[in-house]
């Protein structure tokens, strides 16, 4: 039976205008393909922190986005995730075109983030170091195209087009790249006459890009920008040595292994070559755990204890673990001391700004008990260590331990580099071990890989496998381990007596086919999809390897599973 037709139903003339709905609920009128950044000018006027870019129906869109129906329209600018990476890119394009026009011929080469402030250290090929005064040259070319507000604009050409343009300009690990892609196409940005691929959106003019520096160092130069916490300030640049001669170390490695661009390792797949990359790589992670493990062995019995921090994904455990039988070889008994056992209990835990208890922040451990302890370890004493229970909130009584000479004591975890830790010990006795991804391959010269998107991948591989958390709830966390990182390791990186750089080259050719299925499973209406999207979309620059060519040994298996050390008690 067909029901009656309601009344307020009636033919219509198709509609001319659409609507965009802000998140204040006000509703925008404005003519059908207007572009998402003229509806946010109409709203907004002049922001005091300009947008980046919007997000339109839970997808991230660029300001020039045409509007061809009604949508929700959330604004972004650089204090957000999407909105800093987009500014960081926009400037890293700026840079390059004024480069190409005050040193026509130079090639520069982004190679990774700094450390200590915010901004991309670069280095440039094909003549010496920039000077103070060149770079001023070229930072004050990159202010005269701010100031003219110059267009970004986009184009969609072949993949055989985009290819030519690169080899056209020498830039051959950019055409590398393109012809192992399996899209027919892609869009190439333009400023002035540059025309150029950086993966990922652009803002659509100059006129934002009004926060950075250009600084020389002895082997480059870093292009600085805000921190995404304070989009408008410049921090102040420290230096970061023993960092920096972990990122050396690691551009020796990729030298060694031939492999300089995600390119270069698709070739090395296609060639059959992965298996032989994979050896040598985790060879080179070998000979550094027994470096340190050397280093700790050549005090004959002076340290004691070895801390071992790094951020969320570093490795952190099969680390621990290859470390304690690198000192097995050298005469020295590990023993692992849990941090998480000194807890304080959780009605005295410190509350956060949001008065949620904060595990994360060092007044969480009983720090009186955890040095009495190590002190007591340490004089050869009998020592009763404590029990967390995590489900009761309380400290139970654990095992009795003697130690003997011959023990060094190994605790991992978030604060092991910071001095409070380790206050009342002697400090010939302390050993601090910095653990982290602090590499990785980069697409090619300009399109650099966040060490922190690898974490990421890393994380969401492996609490689906371990933890029983899907790839959505592993991204919407992700913020919140980011900024306890801030607060309570990366500001203790420096007093690390030895960095560990725990990347390997292969590993998201290797990570891909078990990330891709769990970030395909986050829904379209879920806030996680734009960042789900994003990852997938950067993941397909690698192609697969097969779990097979990873050892059972490696630090790649704590997040694909399989490793040795699962089944082992050091």
Same mark, same amino acid.
């Given at each position: 039976m067909v029901?009656?037709?309601?009344?307020? &139903? =009636?033919?219509?003339?198709? !509609?001319?205008?659409?609507?965009?709905?802000?998140?204040?609920?006000?509703? $925008?009128?404005?003519?059908?393909?207007?572009?998402?950044? /003229?509806?946010?000018?109409?709203?907004?006027?002049q922001p005091a922190r300009p947008f980046m870019a919007a997000i339109v129906d839970g997808r991230l869109r660029e300001l020039t986005f045409p509007l061809t129906g009604d949508a929700a329209v959330t604004p972004l600018d650089a204090a957000t995730a999407d909105g800093v990476r987009i500014y960081r890119r926009s400037l890293a394009f700026l840079m390059l075109v004024a480069f190409d026009e005050v040193f026509p011929g130079c090639e520069i080469f982004i190679e990774h983030s700094a450390t200590t402030a915010a901004g991309y250290y670069c280095e440039v090929r094909g003549r010496g170091h920039f000077t103070k005064e060149e770079l001023r040259l070229v930072e004050r070319r990159m202010r005269a195209i701010v100031a003219e507000d110059?267009?970004?604009?986009?184009?969609?050409?072949?993949?055989?087009?985009? &290819?030519?343009?690169? @080899?056209?300009?020498?830039?051959?690990d950019k055409a590398r790249l393109l012809a192992h892609r399996d899209r027919d196409s892609l869009t190439l940005y333009r400023l002035h006459e540059r025309r150029d691929y950086l993966q990922g959106y652009m803002v659509p003019s100059t006129r934002c890009l009004t926060h950075f520096a250009l600084h020389a160092l002895p082997t480059g130069f870093m292009l600085q920008f805000?921190?995404?916490?304070?989009?408008?300030?410049?921090?102040?640049?420290?230096?970061?040595?023993?960092?920096?001669?972990?990122?050396?170390?690691?551009?020796?490695?990729?030298?060694?292994?031939?492999? =300089?661009?995600? /390119?270069?390792?698709n070739d090395a797949l296609t060639a059959d070559r992965i298996r032989?990359?994979?050896?040598?790589? @985790?060879?080179?992670?070998?000979?550094?755990?027994?470096?340190i493990a050397s280093r700790i062995a050549e005090t004959r019995g002076r340290m004691r204890v070895v801390f071992i921090a790094g951020p969320s994904s570093s490795g952190k455990t099969? $680390?621990?673990?290859?470390?304690?039988?690198?000192?097995?070889? *050298?005469?020295?008994?590990?023993?692992?001391?849990?941090?998480?056992?000194?807890?304080?209990?959780?009605?005295?835990?410190?509350?956060?700004?949001?008065?949620?208890?904060?595990?994360?922040?060092?007044?969480?451990?009983?720090l009186d008990l955890f040095g009495e302890h190590l002190r007591s370890l340490i004089g050869g004493r009998p020592t009763s260590l404590p029990h967390y229970n995590f489900l009761t909130g309380? =400290?139970?009584?654990?095992?009795?331990?003697?130690?003997?000479?011959?023990?060094? &004591?190994i605790v991992e975890g978030i604060h092991g580099l910071n001095p409070l830790?380790?206050? !009342?010990?002697?400090?010939?006795?302390? $050993?601090?071990?910095?653990?982290?991804?602090?590499?990785?391959?980069?697409?090619?010269?300009?399109? =650099?890989?966040?060490?922190?998107?690898?974490?990421?991948?890393?994380?969401?591989?492996?609490?689906?496998?371990?933890?029983?958390?899907?790839a959505a709830a592993t991204l919407k966390r992700w913020d919140s381990v980011v900024r306890g990182e801030k607060h309570h390791i990366f500001c203790f990186q420096e007093n690390a007596d030895a960095v560990f750089n725990s990347a390997l080259?292969?590993?998201?050719?290797?990570?891909?086919? $078990?990330?891709?299925?769990?970030?395909?499973?986050?829904?379209?209406?879920?806030?996680?999809?734009?960042?789900? *999207?994003r990852l997938l979309s950067f993941l397909t620059w690698f192609r697969p390897a097969q779990p097979e060519i990873v050892p059972d040994n490696s630090i790649l298996r704590e997040f694909i599973g399989g490793s040795i050390f699962a089944r082992l008690r050091l």
């Open positions: 029901s009656e037709t309601p009344a307020d &139903i =009636r033919p219509a003339e198709p !509609r001319t205008h659409v609507q965009a709905t802000l998140p204040d609920g006000r509703v $925008f009128d404005a003519p059908l393909g207007t572009a998402v950044g /003229g509806v946010l000018g109409a709203a907004f006027g110059a267009p970004i604009t986009r184009e969609r050409v072949s993949r055989e087009e985009a &290819i030519a343009v690169y @080899e056209s300009r020498g830039e051959f805000p921190h995404q916490r304070q989009p408008s300030e410049m921090a102040p640049l420290t230096p970061y040595p023993k960092l920096f001669a972990v990122f050396e170390q690691a551009s020796d490695w990729l030298d060694r292994l031939g492999i =300089r661009s995600a /390119g270069a390792l032989e990359v994979s050896l040598v790589a @985790e060879a080179l992670h070998e000979a550094g755990i027994a470096r099969t $680390f621990s673990k290859r470390l304690a039988v690198q000192l097995l070889a *050298n005469g020295i008994r590990p023993m692992p001391l849990g941090l998480d056992d000194y807890f304080v209990d959780r009605d005295l835990t410190p509350r956060d700004e949001n008065g949620e208890f904060d595990y994360e922040t060092i007044r969480a451990l009983d309380r =400290r139970e009584a654990g095992q009795t331990v003697t130690l003997g000479s011959d023990h060094v &004591i830790l380790a206050q !009342r010990l002697p400090a010939e006795t302390v $050993f601090r071990v910095y653990v982290s991804a602090l590499t990785q391959l980069n697409l090619d010269r300009h399109n =650099r890989v966040a060490t922190s998107d690898c974490r990421l991948i890393r994380r969401v591989v492996r609490d689906a496998a371990t933890r029983g958390y899907n080259v292969h590993e998201l050719a290797v990570l891909r086919p $078990f990330a891709e299925p769990l970030l395909l499973q986050v829904r379209p209406d879920a806030p996680e999809f734009v960042e789900s *999207n």
